[in-house]
Each structure stands twice: as C-alpha cells, then as structure tokens.
C-alpha cells in the first residue's frame, strides 16, 4: 500500500502539479508584476521565469516539509541552508511556535528576491538572512547557477551542468556557529544540490548541532551518498530516518530518540 501511495503523491500529483506550472505560468506572467499568492499561502514576488518560482508557486514540492514546519507545537528555531526565494522559511514564519529564521542563500539575485518575499509576509523582525553559503573552507568561490532553474545552483561540479558562475562566499563550522547562537531547539532544513554532505559535516562540528533536533535533507543518489549522509548523523546522535518520496531523488528527515 505503501509503495502504491508514495507512486500517487511523488509521482502522478508532482508531475500533473508540474505540467499545470508549465501550462498556466505563462498566462499568469501576463497579470502584472504585483506578489503572487503561492499554493503554501505565501506572497512571493514574481520571477515566472524561473522555474523553482513556478514549482512554489503552483505547490509541486508537496506538503510533507510544510506540514512538518506548520505542525511544530513546542517553540523552536528554523534554519534554511540553500534557502532560494525563501518558500520554506516564509512557511515556518506563519507557526506562531517559530520564534527565529535564520536563512542562508549566497546567490545574489536569489537573495535579493529571499528579502523581497521576507518583507511581503511579515516575518521580517524574526528572520535572518545570510548571503553565505557552508562549505569545507572559507572564501570565495564560484557557483553554477542554471538561466532559467535557480534551485539547481551548485558546488558540486556536477557532469552536465550548466550555467552561468556567479561567486559567492563560503563559510565553514567556525563561522556558522556564532550564527546559530541560542538556548531554542532548531530544526533544520538542507537543500543545496549535492552538497548535502558537506554541509551536514561542517554543521556536526559546531556546539549548535546540539540544539538540532530534526534535519530535512534532499537527496539525489546520482551524486550523493545517503549512507555517507546517515554515518555522519548517526555520529552526531540522530537515530530516526524517514523517507519522503520515491526513485532518486527524495528527502530525508533525520531526528533524534
């Protein structure tokens, strides 16, 4: 049964949700320049162009990371690693229980439109938002970034992928760490394109992983280990892992006893 309902959502309502994006998006594009109410509920300022824009727009990522940010009773505090136009951090702000978002996003035109959308939703006095991104080094470095699919922007050098480069800071775990300073429980949200692992063993090395209590991770097992992702975890003292989708590329929620 199980199979068959994950066939459903990851498969038959994200690719119809995905065909709507691509069919209604330019009629939508013909509206105006004013915000765009997104299928999650939020304002997003208008980037038709874009695919990842349409993707938040029309809901084609699903509802299990929202329903777990909306769904958090007890007051925690929500990190977006590879945050893009914000989707998830502009969600996390609608939980009265969500006393901080600290958001990180190195593309500059990306970054540019996280503010926008922060400042339409009126989460701003409770956001951060960092033009960095967390590598194994600090400096500057280049970053491919796809015309046209903002959320497929990479330091992984991935075979085939194209793009204009863009440079960007990097940050390692002694720079992080001040910047996740606090006593509240965090949750944590990583989707950087293949460099999930890096990230999560920089962020292992901080105290602040401490206060980590559940991580929300992309996979793609074309070019990412899972099982390296879940040793670097397990170190860190997470034990529950539960997927989310189907075929190659999903997502992972990592939590602790």
Request: overall charge negative; some cysteine; hydrophobic content about 45%.
């Amino acid at each position: 049964m199980g199979s068959l309902s994950d066939f459903w959502r990851y498969g038959v309502v994200k690719t119809a949700r995905k065909l709507k994006a691509a069919a209604l998006s330019p009629v939508l594009a013909t509206r105006g320049d004013g915000p765009v109410r997104s299928a999650y509920g939020v304002l997003m300022v208008p980037n038709w162009q874009d695919t990842t824009f349409r993707y938040c727009i029309f809901g084609t990522y699903g509802s299990d990371l929202s329903d777990l940010l909306l769904g958090q009773r007890e007051e925690f505090v929500f990190v977006d690693i590879g945050a893009n136009q914000g989707l998830y951090s502009l969600i996390a702000a609608q939980n009265p229980k969500c006393r901080q978002i600290i958001a990180f996003e190195p593309v500059p035109a990306t970054h540019a439109r996280l503010a926008a959308n922060v400042g339409l939703n009126g989460g701003a006095e409770r956001t951060v938002l960092h033009q960095l991104a967390i590598a194994d080094n600090v400096g500057e470095v280049e970053i491919s970034v796809a015309e046209g699919h903002t959320g497929t922007a990479t330091l992984a050098g991935r075979e085939g992928q194209s793009g204009g480069g863009v440079v960007i800071q990097t940050i390692d775990a002694p720079l992080v760490d001040p910047l996740l300073a606090g006593e509240l429980p965090m949750f944590v949200k990583i989707d950087v394109e293949g460099l999930e692992a890096v990230v999560i063993a920089e962020l292992t090395k901080t105290e602040a992983v401490a206060r980590v209590q559940a991580i929300f991770y992309e996979v793609d097992d074309r070019w990412a280990s899972v099982r390296e992702i879940e040793t670097l975890l397990r170190a860190a003292g997470f034990t529950r892992f539960a997927k989310y989708g189907r075929g190659h590329h999903y997502d992972v929620l990592a939590t602790r006893s």
